[in-house]
């Protein structure tokens, strides 16, 4: 079964950092496997939100406007690993953070939440 696996959220301070990683069991792109993979986040007691994502054939990279320029996505295709490094963190970033992964080389695919493949989820709470 096909999977992806979150690690690296935590507990951190306002104006502090955290990076977390997600590693999928699916193909390499290059051997069919996935088109994107993101990062979407869901606050609490709030629907699930989409923060980031890059197509692996291509490299767009596209972001939130709740976090571009503090947040940054990045991709190991040989690892099948996409990374989220977290900057200048705030109170309002504290959410559960899903891994998401799709067929499609078409970020907007992936936004739209329809057809991905989701991780677990790793908690980030950020304190003030």
């Known amino acids: 079964q096909e999977q992806l696996v979150e690690s690296g959220g935590g507990l951190v301070h306002s104006g502090g950092s955290l990076k977390l990683s997600c590693t999928h069991s699916?193909?390499?792109?290059?051997?069919?496997?996935?088109?994107?993979s993101g990062w979407f986040r869901q606050p609490p007691g709030k629907e699930r939100e989409f923060v980031a994502a890059?197509?692996?054939?291509?490299?767009?990279?596209v972001y939130s406007d709740l976090v571009k320029d503090r947040f940054f996505i990045s991709g190991d295709n040989a690892k099948k690993t996409v990374y989220l490094q977290m900057n200048s963190l705030k109170p309002e970033d504290t959410a559960v953070y899903y891994c998401?992964?799709?067929?499609?080389?078409?970020?907007?695919?992936?936004?739209?939440?329809?057809?991905?493949?989701w991780g677990q989820g790793t908690l980030v709470t950020v304190s003030s």
């Open positions: 699916f193909g390499t792109f290059s051997g069919n496997g996935l088109g994107s």
């Open positions: 890059i197509s692996w054939n291509t490299g767009e990279l």
């Open positions: 998401a992964a799709h067929s499609s080389t078409i970020i907007e695919r992936l936004r739209e939440g329809l057809h991905n493949y």
